[in-house]
């Protein structure tokens, strides 16, 4: 036996708490049954894939992985905000679901969102903005699905004509279009 | 041409102003829109840069990725590689189409270059798309031409690239900026110049404003001067406005018209002015000046006598001009009066010095006649008839002496000289004038005892009192036939005066003592003057039954110049003239009147105090005998001489005529003691009697002298004693008056003996 190490110690807690957890968790978010859009990890409790690594071999940090096909983000709450952007003309009509619910869905407990597109292009988002901005994940533009050709088929949208204070560069610049995948920090 | 409209309106301030504020905010809104565009231009040259920029190299990362995945398919065609092919080539063409449709891209899209290159891209997109279609079905070479193609797009891509790099059109761009920068600041200077000259016309115009209000403080300082000079005038000023209406008014004005202030005639119409509202004003079209007397009655007061003048304005108003000029009239009455006077008077002493001569020559006419009627009447005392006409021819010289006398009286130059005198006289020969100048002679009476106690006084001023006295109250009766009566008598005073005078005079001892008292309405009383001590008077009363006195006439009667009498009948003097004589004989007047009863004028004179008169002597018959006396006659008028010497002759005199005084005096300077008696005429040629008699007293003549004038009263006691001269004989004389004269010229001499003259 190695001596007992605190980080070691807190890691392996961890891990017992979301292995015994899994069976639960896992029967809350169905599996994807088409392609996978959205691919979900990091520090959420619940996922829909099997966990990865080995923690008793490698001693790695096994976190929930979720996996999101467009069926299962139509089946969450759908919000709609109209707005205009930087890359289109005029106001437009973008439906989606919040991403303080999507996080909710994952049971994401950290407080950054790595968002990454579709070019590896990656960008971060608060967790702090998702709930208090109204931010979504749009599907849909003028309720017509998005090809990944016009910036589709994921774009994280911030209410810009809402709100003129979030009309900054910086927040333009999370506003990233061709998500594939979020990692919660 | 006539006038320049644009450059006079130019000349006005507020219309430079106008432009220059014009100019200001339009090149100001200028500056501001050109600044904004260089914001713009600022913007879109950093999306240019930074976003643009980022696009491109984007488009040429997914290119080169999707070239990759292309060849890793070809290397290895599997289902997954074939997915990372479509997803990289869709991620491409999304990319491809952001240069014409982001707006990051707006800046490099205006690059002909990148723009060019985007189409060509753009272009390509669809076949790449086929291609990659017929490889996903399972066509093998499909992919090589998908490839080739691709490749065919390097060019393109990097070409884009490079032009984003270098950015050459963006210099020229930023050229642009600069460009734009100066115009910008040339609108901003055009701005701050056109500013500038606002702000020094703004104070050009703020000093114009202070010397204007400057300007404004003197000008009302002026006006105000002007206003108080026209309160304080004593002439009445009014404006009238164009409509008729007064609109000012000064405080003389109203003292003038008796109101109580100026509101009350303020904006009224000029036809309710009191007084002078009457008179029209005048029409604006003849524009004429109105001048015009009026006279304006006050309550019970005598009217006053206004100028009005009314001036027209030049908008249709009036200026009023009101002067009160009765005080100025009656000074000037006043004037003409004294002037009439004075010529009156002048006249008045031009025919005394004629009726003097006249007198004078007529004395001698006189003497001769009544001298030859006398010799005449006695040489035909034998023939009755005769005598009587000599008696006749007398009696009728001595008409014509008192005529002469009454002449005389009024000739006289001492007219102040005080003398005793027996107001009888006095009387009866005023009496006997007035008896022709009294128009109702038979309504006049007069009580005048011929024994009254003498009075020292002047019978001229003395007459002229009781003509004054009598006419006045004549002319009180002219209108009602009532009586006038003249008496004098004599009565007692026992001290004191008027009522309530005494008290008066007591503050007024120097002056006109005078108290007029209104008893009830319709009698008056006045009391002139103060008696003392107390004793005899004469009494002069003048009485009538005439239309009698009112108290406003009995105040001012005394006064000079006061007449109620018609223009030309009175001078105003009379009753004035009869206070001053009145006093200076220390006597009082004191008048009772009635309406409609009559006047009472009673003057009161002092007696003299009885003293032995020298007249006495003259009275005592002499019998001294003048047979033989040598007597020189020198009298330039041969009849008078005759008539001497005829006289001289029936007493046996040795009597010699000389007609010539100078002569005369020759021969008794020869032989001082030819004459026992020297008579000579007072006026003579060369020389008169008194120079001849001291003449003749120098030549050591011891004689007796008389002096024969028809002028005594001129002739003074000691004149006559210094000149030598024993006797007065005064022309024209009778025999009688002669001989006593001659007699007691005599006697005196003898008595005086000769202690000057006496012979050596």
Same mark, same amino acid.
């Given at each position: 036996?190695?001596?007992?190490?605190?980080?070691?110690?807190?890691?392996?807690?961890?891990?017992?708490?979301?292995?015994?957890?899994?069976?639960?968790?896992?029967?809350?978010?169905?599996?994807?049954?088409?392609?996978?859009?959205?691919?979900?990890?990091?520090?959420?409790?619940?996922?829909?894939?099997?966990?990865?690594?080995?923690?008793?071999?490698?001693?790695?940090?096994?976190?929930?992985?979720?996996?999101?096909?467009?069926?299962?983000?139509?089946?969450?709450?759908?919000?709609?905000?109209?707005?205009?952007?930087?890359?289109?003309?005029?106001?437009?009509?973008?439906?989606?679901?919040?991403?303080?619910?999507?996080?909710?869905?994952?049971?994401?407990?950290?407080?950054?969102?790595?968002?990454?597109?579709?070019?590896?292009?990656?960008?971060?988002?608060?967790?702090?903005?998702?709930?208090?901005?109204?931010?979504?994940?749009?599907?849909?533009?003028?309720?017509?699905?998005?090809?990944?050709?016009?910036?589709?088929?994921?774009?994280?949208?911030?209410?810009?004509?809402?709100?003129?204070?979030?009309?900054?560069?910086?927040?333009?610049?999370?506003?990233?279009?061709?998500?594939?995948?979020?990692?919660?920090? | 041409?006539?006038?320049?409209?644009?450059?006079?309106?130019?000349?006005?301030?507020?219309?430079?102003?106008?432009?220059?504020?014009?100019?200001?905010?339009?090149?100001?809104?200028?500056?501001?829109?050109?600044?904004?565009?260089?914001?713009?231009?600022?913007?879109?040259?950093?999306?240019?840069?930074?976003?643009?920029?980022?696009?491109?190299?984007?488009?040429?990362?997914?290119?080169?990725?999707?070239?990759?995945?292309?060849?890793?398919?070809?290397?290895?065609?599997?289902?997954?590689?074939?997915?990372?092919?479509?997803?990289?080539?869709?991620?491409?063409?999304?990319?491809?189409?952001?240069?014409?449709?982001?707006?990051?891209?707006?800046?490099?899209?205006?690059?002909?270059?990148?723009?060019?290159?985007?189409?060509?891209?753009?272009?390509?997109?669809?076949?790449?798309?086929?291609?990659?279609?017929?490889?996903?079905?399972?066509?093998?070479?499909?992919?090589?031409?998908?490839?080739?193609?691709?490749?065919?797009?390097?060019?393109?891509?990097?070409?884009?690239?490079?032009?984003?790099?270098?950015?050459?059109?963006?210099?020229?761009?930023?050229?642009?900026?600069?460009?734009?920068?100066?115009?910008?600041?040339?609108?901003?200077?055009?701005?701050?110049?056109?500013?500038?000259?606002?702000?020094?016309?703004?104070?050009?115009?703020?000093?114009?404003?202070?010397?204007?209000?400057?300007?404004?403080?003197?000008?009302?300082?002026?006006?105000?001067?002007?206003?108080?000079?026209?309160?304080?005038?004593?002439?009445?000023?009014?404006?009238?406005?164009?409509?008729?209406?007064?609109?000012?008014?000064?405080?003389?004005?109203?003292?003038?018209?008796?109101?109580?202030?100026?509101?009350?005639?303020?904006?009224?119409?000029?036809?309710?002015? $009191?007084?002078?509202?009457?008179?029209?004003?005048?029409?604006?079209?003849?524009?004429?000046?109105?001048?015009?007397?009026?006279?304006?009655?006050?309550?019970?007061?005598?009217?006053?006598?206004?100028?009005?003048?009314?001036?027209?304005?030049?908008?249709?108003?009036?200026?009023?001009?009101?002067?009160?000029?009765?005080?100025?009239?009656?000074?000037?009455?006043?004037?003409?009066?004294?002037?009439?006077?004075?010529?009156?008077?002048?006249?008045?002493?031009?025919?005394?010095?004629?009726?003097?001569?006249?007198?004078?020559?007529?004395?001698?006419?006189?003497?001769?006649?009544?001298?030859?009627?006398?010799?005449?009447?006695?040489?035909?005392?034998?023939?009755?008839?005769?005598?009587?006409?000599?008696?006749?021819?007398?009696?009728?010289?001595?008409?014509?002496?008192?005529?002469?006398?009454?002449?005389?009286?009024?000739?006289?130059?001492?007219?102040?000289?005080?003398?005793?005198?027996?107001?009888?006289?006095?009387?009866?020969?005023?009496?006997?004038?007035?008896?022709?100048?009294?128009?109702?002679?038979?309504?006049?009476?007069?009580?005048?005892?011929?024994?009254?106690?003498?009075?020292?006084?002047?019978?001229?001023?003395?007459?002229?009192?009781?003509?004054?006295?009598?006419?006045?109250?004549?002319?009180?009766?002219?209108?009602?036939?009532?009586?006038?009566?003249?008496?004098?008598?004599?009565?007692?005073?026992?001290?004191?005066?008027?009522?309530?005078?005494?008290?008066?005079?007591?503050?007024?001892?120097?002056?006109?003592?005078?108290?007029?008292?209104?008893?009830?309405?319709?009698?008056?009383?006045?009391?002139?003057?103060?008696?003392?001590?107390?004793?005899?008077?004469?009494?002069?009363?003048?009485?009538?039954?005439?239309?009698?006195?009112?108290?406003?006439?009995?105040?001012?009667?005394?006064?000079?110049?006061?007449?109620?009498?018609?223009?030309?009948?009175?001078?105003?003097?009379?009753?004035?003239?009869?206070?001053?004589?009145?006093?200076?004989?220390?006597?009082?007047?004191?008048?009772?009147?009635?309406?409609?009863?009559?006047?009472?004028?009673?003057?009161?004179?002092?007696?003299?105090?009885?003293?032995?008169?020298?007249?006495?002597?003259?009275?005592?018959?002499?019998?001294?005998?003048?047979?033989?006396?040598?007597?020189?006659?020198?009298?330039?008028?041969?009849?008078?001489?005759?008539?001497?010497?005829?006289?001289?002759?029936?007493?046996?005199?040795?009597?010699?005529?000389?007609?010539?005084?100078?002569?005369?005096?020759?021969?008794?300077?020869?032989? $001082?003691?030819?004459?026992?008696?020297?008579?000579?005429?007072?006026?003579?040629?060369?020389?008169?009697?008194?120079?001849?008699?001291?003449?003749?007293?120098?030549?050591?003549?011891?004689?007796?002298?008389?002096?024969?004038?028809?002028?005594?009263?001129?002739?003074?006691?000691?004149?006559?004693?210094?000149?030598?001269?024993?006797?007065?004989?005064?022309?024209?004389?009778?025999?009688?008056?002669?001989?006593?004269?001659?007699?007691?010229?005599?006697?005196?001499?003898?008595?005086?003996?000769?202690?000057?003259?006496?012979?050596?």
């Amino acid at each position: 036996m190695t001596p007992p190490n605190f980080w070691r110690k807190s890691l392996l807690a961890f891990w017992l708490t979301a292995v015994m957890a899994a069976p639960a968790i896992a029967s809350g978010l169905p599996q994807p049954t088409d392609k996978v859009l959205l691919d979900i990890s990091g520090a959420i409790a619940q996922g829909n894939l099997p966990l990865r690594g080995d923690a008793s071999q490698q001693g790695e940090v096994v976190a929930a992985h979720a996996q999101f096909d467009m069926a299962m983000l139509k089946k969450m709450p759908a919000t709609t905000i109209e707005t205009a952007t930087p890359w289109f003309d005029g106001v437009h009509r973008l439906t989606g679901v919040r991403l303080a619910d999507l996080l909710k869905a994952v049971g994401a407990s950290g407080e950054t969102i790595e968002a990454v597109a579709l070019n590896d292009y990656m960008v971060e988002i608060p967790v702090g903005d998702a709930v208090s901005d109204d931010v979504i994940v749009a599907y849909a533009f003028d309720d017509q699905p998005m090809s990944v050709r016009d910036k589709g088929p994921l774009w994280v949208i911030y209410p810009l004509t809402g709100r003129p204070a979030l009309n900054t560069p910086e927040i333009q610049s999370k506003m990233i279009w061709q998500l594939k995948a979020m990692t919660i920090q | 041409m006539p006038d320049r409209p644009l450059l006079g309106l130019l000349g006005r301030p507020q219309v430079i102003r106008m432009i220059l504020f014009v100019a200001a905010v339009l090149f100001t809104t200028a500056a501001a829109a050109s600044v904004y565009r260089l914001n713009e231009e600022r913007n879109a040259l950093f999306h240019t840069y930074r976003t643009g920029t980022w696009i491109i190299a984007e488009i040429q990362i997914e290119y080169l990725k999707t070239l990759q995945t292309a060849e890793a398919f070809r290397a290895r065609p599997e289902q997954a590689a074939l997915e990372k092919l479509q997803t990289s080539f869709d991620v491409f063409w999304s990319r491809a189409g952001l240069v014409n449709t982001s707006s990051e891209a707006v800046g490099v899209r205006e690059l002909p270059a990148v723009s060019a290159a985007s189409t060509e891209i753009n272009r390509a997109l669809p076949l790449l798309d086929a291609d990659l279609h017929k490889a996903a079905i399972g066509n093998g070479d499909s992919i090589v031409a998908f490839i080739e193609h691709a490749e065919d797009l390097n060019l393109v891509v990097a070409r884009m690239m490079q032009q984003v790099f270098i950015q050459d059109p963006l210099l020229y761009e930023r050229t642009h900026l600069v460009g734009n920068l100066e115009v910008t600041n040339v609108l901003l200077g055009i701005a701050l110049l056109a500013g500038l000259f606002l702000i020094l016309m703004s104070l050009a115009q703020l000093k114009r404003t202070e010397r204007l209000h400057e300007q404004n403080i003197r000008t009302r300082a002026l006006l105000e001067t002007r206003i108080r000079a026209i309160e304080a005038t004593r002439d009445g000023i009014a404006l009238v406005a164009p409509d008729g209406t007064v609109e000012f008014a000064n405080r003389s004005l109203v003292g003038l018209l008796g109101i109580l202030s100026p509101e009350i005639i303020l904006g009224r119409s000029w036809s309710d002015v $009191p007084a002078i509202g009457a008179v029209p004003l005048p029409s604006p079209e003849n524009g004429e000046a109105i001048s015009q007397e009026i006279a304006v009655a006050r309550g019970n007061k005598d009217a006053r006598h206004w100028d009005l003048s009314i001036t027209p304005r030049n908008d249709g108003g009036s200026v009023v001009l009101v002067r009160d000029i009765t005080d100025r009239r009656a000074a000037q009455r006043q004037n003409e009066v004294l002037r009439e006077q004075f010529l009156r008077s002048q006249k008045m002493e031009a025919i005394g010095q004629l009726a003097g001569g006249v007198a004078h020559d007529f004395n001698n006419i006189l003497a001769a006649v009544s001298g030859f009627a006398h010799l005449l009447r006695e040489d035909l005392a034998m023939q009755p008839e005769q005598a009587g006409f000599a008696g006749q021819i007398v009696g009728a010289a001595e008409r014509g002496k008192d005529l002469v006398k009454r002449i005389l009286s009024f000739s006289r130059a001492d007219m102040e000289r005080q003398s005793i005198i027996d107001l009888h006289q006095v009387a009866m020969e005023t009496i006997q004038m007035l008896a022709s100048a009294l128009p109702q002679r038979h309504r006049f009476r007069s009580s005048i005892p011929p024994s009254l106690p003498q009075i020292r006084g002047n019978a001229t001023q003395l007459a002229q009192v009781i003509m004054n006295l009598v006419l006045n109250a004549s002319d009180a009766t002219e209108d009602n036939g009532g009586d006038v009566s003249l008496e004098i008598g004599t009565v007692t005073i026992d001290g004191g005066c008027a009522e309530g005078l005494l008290a008066e005079l007591a503050h007024h001892v120097a002056e006109n003592p005078i108290r007029v008292v209104q008893v009830d309405s319709e009698t008056s009383k006045a009391w002139i003057g103060i008696l003392s001590p107390p004793g005899q008077y004469l009494r002069i009363r003048v009485a009538d039954t005439g239309t009698g006195i009112p108290f406003t006439t009995m105040e001012r009667m005394f006064d000079p110049f006061f007449t109620t009498k018609a223009q030309g009948r009175g001078t105003g003097l009379g009753l004035a003239s009869v206070i001053g004589i009145v006093k200076s004989h220390r006597g009082a007047i004191a008048v009772e009147s009635r309406l409609g009863a009559g006047s009472e004028f009673n003057i009161l004179l002092p007696v003299a105090p009885a003293a032995p008169d020298a007249a006495d002597d003259k009275t005592a018959v002499s019998s001294l005998v003048l047979s033989g006396i040598r007597i020189l006659i020198v009298d330039d008028d041969i009849a008078v001489g005759t008539v001497l010497q005829k006289m001289f002759d029936r007493f046996d005199c040795d009597a010699t005529l000389c007609p010539d005084a100078t002569t005369a005096r020759n021969s008794v300077v020869e032989d $001082p003691s030819a004459f026992d008696l020297i008579i000579t005429d007072m006026t003579m040629p060369e020389l008169n009697g008194i120079d001849l008699a001291a003449a003749c007293r120098r030549a050591g003549f011891a004689g007796t002298m008389i002096l024969v004038t028809g002028r005594a009263e001129m002739v003074s006691e000691p004149l006559l004693r210094s000149s030598g001269i024993d006797g007065l004989i005064a022309k024209p004389f009778s025999q009688e008056d002669v001989v006593r004269e001659v007699r007691h010229a005599l006697e005196h001499r003898a008595a005086a003996g000769r202690p000057d003259y006496g012979e050596s």
